[in-house]
């Protein structure tokens, strides 16, 4: 992976230069670890003309999930001492002789921009944007390998949870009880705080688990996600519990799961982000729930759960390949409870099989 890291490196590097800043500081953890092979906790990442540092405020840990600090890099641990390690990176790109420096002005607070500039104050700091991010919205084959575990360990800690019996139990157990299930199957955790809904509570985005216990009739809606070597993926299903659906259980989901199977058959490179959106978001506007539909249908994933790209209706961009994303329409009816179906995606040419789904659970309306 050392030459992997080295060419992200590089690319950043030239695309910088061409805008007149030698230097670059990257503090995002995100973008650190993308581009060093770690992120330790308050760690940045100076590229100088003569060497790239890995400034850390404190030993990294040999930890795996953690991942490897890229051997190409040098890496400084600071004592305690020193400070802030961005501003030790300014004071080392003066000392290079670097007279402009891009720094990530979306992560960096006011005061630490304020810091940097005290400390070199000949240093002409620039803004790097999102060019780090933009970077990282295409994927290489081994970082959807990643991808492609976190989904089978989601897939394996979701299809066991549906094997023990569920009445009687709370949402909060669940999802401790999935969160368990993931480490136990190999995830470094969950990728996101887990999400369990019953009954009234169904088909809620980003439900926050309570103390409701499921009921016999309830839908039951699960969005879990594992996070391995630093990559997230998501899943969300929706169950029946204990008796056969009710018709008004399976004309809503059969809605969703249209809507969802429209968005993710849009999904190719060249498609525009708010086209995807487009497809799901008619069916069910077109059933007349258009007023209570999130304000996206998917997103990209990678080292973070919530990248770009965003699939929704304003979105201006078109995808490409071998980005992922996850699909994930989903409609709540206030005080009965609702569906919501979520899937992990990789965008694939036609001639390479359309996009890739990741997360394989049943998409089937179960009665458990």
Not at 148 to 154: K, L, N, S
Not at 287 to 308: K, Y
Request: proline fraction near 6%.
């Amino acid at each position: 992976m050392s030459e992997v890291y080295g060419v992200r490196r590089g690319r950043l590097r030239d695309r910088c230069a061409a805008t007149g800043s030698a230097g670059v500081l990257v503090s995002r953890p995100a973008n650190v670890r993308y581009l060093a092979g770690v992120a330790p906790l308050g760690a940045v990442l100076l590229l100088a003309p003569r060497e790239d540092v890995l400034l850390c405020p404190g030993t990294p840990t040999s930890d795996p999930a953690d991942g490897r600090p890229d051997e190409q890099l040098r890496l400084t641990v600071l004592p305690t001492s020193a400070g802030d390690p961005a501003v030790a990176a300014a004071e080392q790109a003066r000392t290079a002789g670097v007279e402009s420096l891009a720094v990530e002005e979306h992560h960096l607070t006011v005061a630490r921009h304020r810091a940097l500039a005290s400390v070199a104050p000949r240093l002409r700091l620039a803004d790097l944007g999102l060019a780090v991010e933009q970077q990282r919205l295409v994927k290489d084959e081994e970082e959807i390998a990643c991808l492609r575990i976190a989904a089978e360990i989601a897939d394996q800690a979701l299809g066991e949870l549906l094997e023990s019996i569920l009445v009687g139990r709370t949402e909060r157990h669940l999802a401790l009880e999935l969160e368990r299930r993931l480490v136990d199957h190999g995830a470094d955790g969950p990728a996101f705080p887990t999400s369990v809904a019953t009954g009234p509570n169904s088909g809620r985005g980003g439900h926050r688990p309570s103390d409701r216990r499921v009921e016999e009739g309830d839908f039951l809606s699960v969005c879990v996600g594992a996070n391995y070597r630093g990559y997230r993926c998501e899943i969300g299903r929706t169950f029946v519990i204990g008796t056969t659906p009710a018709d008004w259980q399976i004309d809503l989901y059969d809605l969703v799961f249209a809507a969802q199977r429209a968005a993710r058959e849009s999904l190719a490179p060249g498609a525009g982000f708010r086209d995807v959106d487009h497809a799901a978001r008619q069916i069910l506007d077109a059933a007349g729930h258009g007023e209570g539909l999130a304000p996206r249908t998917g997103h990209g994933v990678g080292l973070e759960i919530d990248e770009d790209p965003q699939l929704a209706p304003a979105a201006m961009g078109k995808l490409d390949a071998c980005v992922p994303v996850t699909v994930e329409p989903g409609v709540h009816l206030p005080g009965r409870g609702g569906v919501r179906i979520d899937d992990t995606l990789v965008v694939r040419q036609e001639a390479d099989g359309g996009p890739e789904l990741l997360t394989i659970t049943t998409k089937e309306l179960l009665a458990l």
